[in-house]
């Protein structure tokens, strides 16, 4: 279970920092391809995944009136996505109908949810960039998603962008993107991070201010090492 003092630590560190650190580890496929932002909230979105799966709808079980059923799993699964947690939202990479509205997200901002994912597209776009919930998707798109779209699992593992991600994973989503952190991997991940972050900040005062890159990133000077520890110190990081 993702602890507070980790996701504190998650939220102040970037997709990119957080792909490097994966890499060490041998995961290179875990930032979620052509999904961006509908609007950049100024913060960074942590949550531990929870999942709707949609299939290819097919017609005649797809009509506007599977929605009057109160267990219709698109429906059920708003109703049911924890405070905290990212809804994410496996469509396949199809963004010809949407994944959800701008009723559906309002629902999921007024629950606590921290945030919501899909590989596909969103309708009513402009409104959900304007609630107060970070939301990522490939495109807009209008149609309804009964349209091309069956919602069919619940909190299952899916594909999201060609990302595997398991329920209980760590969702991280920033300016840039999404990045999905295995849950056993979460806690030293967000160590690493704030301390790679600390480096890295150092490093981007250093070459604003004229340094070269040369011995300093990465530091193979020794000079390198000791002013970072006394940049450290005056900072308190």
Request: aromatic share 6%; charged share 25%.
């Amino acid at each position: 279970m993702l602890s507070d003092a980790t996701r504190a630590k998650l939220a102040t560190v970037s997709t990119a920092t957080l792909c490097t650190a994966l890499f060490k580890r041998g995961l290179r496929n875990q930032f979620i391809q052509d999904v961006r932002p509908l609007k950049a909230k100024g913060k960074v979105m942590v949550g531990e995944a929870f999942t709707l799966r949609y299939i290819p709808a097919r017609e005649d079980l797809n009509p506007l009136s599977v929605f009057q059923d109160r267990a219709h799993p698109q429906r059920k699964a708003v109703e049911e996505c924890p405070p905290g947690a990212v809804f994410v939202i496996d469509s396949r990479k199809d963004a010809r109908a949407a994944s959800a509205g701008s009723i559906l997200v309002s629902r999921l901002m007024v629950r606590g949810v921290a945030g919501v994912v899909t590989d596909g597209g969103f309708r009513d776009s402009p409104e959900i960039a304007e609630l107060d919930i970070p939301a990522y998707h490939n495109r807009p798109s209008a149609p309804t998603n009964l349209t091309h779209h069956q919602a069919l699992d619940i909190n299952v593992p899916i594909g999201c962008g060609d990302v595997a991600v398991f329920p209980g994973d760590v969702v991280v989503g920033d300016g840039e993107g999404v990045i999905v952190i295995p849950a056993h991997l979460a806690d030293e991940i967000a160590d690493e991070a704030v301390e790679m972050t600390a480096f890295e900040d150092f490093v981007t005062e250093q070459v604003l201010g004229g340094r070269s890159i040369l011995g300093l990133y990465p530091p193979t000077e020794e000079q390198s090492k000791i002013d970072f520890a006394a940049w450290r110190k005056v900072k308190g990081r």
